[in-house]
T-cell receptor, first 111, second 115 residues
Framework: ELKVEQNPLFLSMQEGKNYTIYCNYS?????LYWYRQDPGKSLESLFV?????AVKQEGRLMASLDTKARLSTLHITAAVHDLSATYFC???????????FGEGTQLTVNP | DTEVTQTPKHLVMGMTNKKSLKCEQH?????MYWYKQKAKKPPELMFV???????INESVPSRFSPECPNSSLLNLHLHALQPEDSALYLC??????????????FGPGTRLTVL
């Protein structure tokens, strides 16, 4: 059974600071997704990482994938309040279509 | 148009009621999904339809009955629900839902309360 672990689960950071969210998974997969969810809202797709060494960047967020270590990171640069949300990583099983989500990281950026 | 729509936004129902949730997409996607999400938890997969056929049922109780009338529509019929079924129900779609990896696009969800 595929297990996905995120840490930290809660992250409170100051504006302007950098931080990294980690996503570990238990079985072979080379497809990993990052989603953002605002309170009471749906999930917004942020990044799709499809191969070992993949790196994607959008604004202050950068995601990377190391399939050998079964690890993805979401790096936040110079955080701003608008980034406050819950961030989920999700790993796709090699059989396709089934996503297993991590528990989510609740990020709060304080002024 | 990368939009998945869901109706209603909110639904309150009694344990003896029958209701339906609806989901629609016009992106030409051939895979559609139902998820259940409790507060402060990740989404849990319930059903997957691929090319209008049910391909995954995650051992969901029979009081939840999915239906895919055509490639753009997905329904979830609800009957004799329990209070613990109260949650946010999310619909998603993706291009193929096969081993080809493609992003799932989520709708805004239906907030269901069972009294």
């Amino acid at each position: 059974e595929l297990k996905v672990e995120q840490n930290p689960l809660f992250l409170s950071m100051q504006e302007g600071k950098n931080y990294t969210i980690y996503c570990n998974y238990s079985t072979t997969s080379d497809r990993l997704y990052w989603y953002r969810q605002d309170p009471g809202k749906s999930l917004e797709s942020l990044f799709v990482l499809l191969s070992n060494g993949a790196v994607k960047q959008e604004g202050r967020l950068m995601a990377s994938l190391d399939t050998k270590a079964r690890l993805s990171t979401l790096h936040i640069t110079a955080a701003v309040h608008d980034l406050s949300a819950t961030y989920f990583c999700a790993v796709e099983e090699t059989s396709g279509s089934r996503l297993t989500f991590g528990e989510g990281t609740q990020l709060t950026v304080n002024p | 148009d990368t939009e998945v729509t869901q109706t209603p936004k909110h639904l309150v129902m009694g344990m003896t009621n029958k209701k339906s949730l609806k989901c629609e997409q016009h992106m030409g996607h051939r895979a559609m999904y139902w998820y259940k999400q409790k507060a402060k938890k990740p989404p849990e997969l319930m059903f997957v339809y691929s090319y209008e056929k049910l391909s995954i049922n995650e051992s969901v109780p029979s009081r939840f009955s999915p239906e895919c009338p055509n490639s753009s529509l997905l329904n979830l019929h609800l009957h004799a629900l329990q209070p613990e079924d109260s949650a946010l129900y999310l619909c998603a779609s993706s291009v193929t839902g096969t081993s080809f990896s493609d992003t799932q696009y989520f709708g805004p969800g239906t907030r269901l309360t069972v009294l």
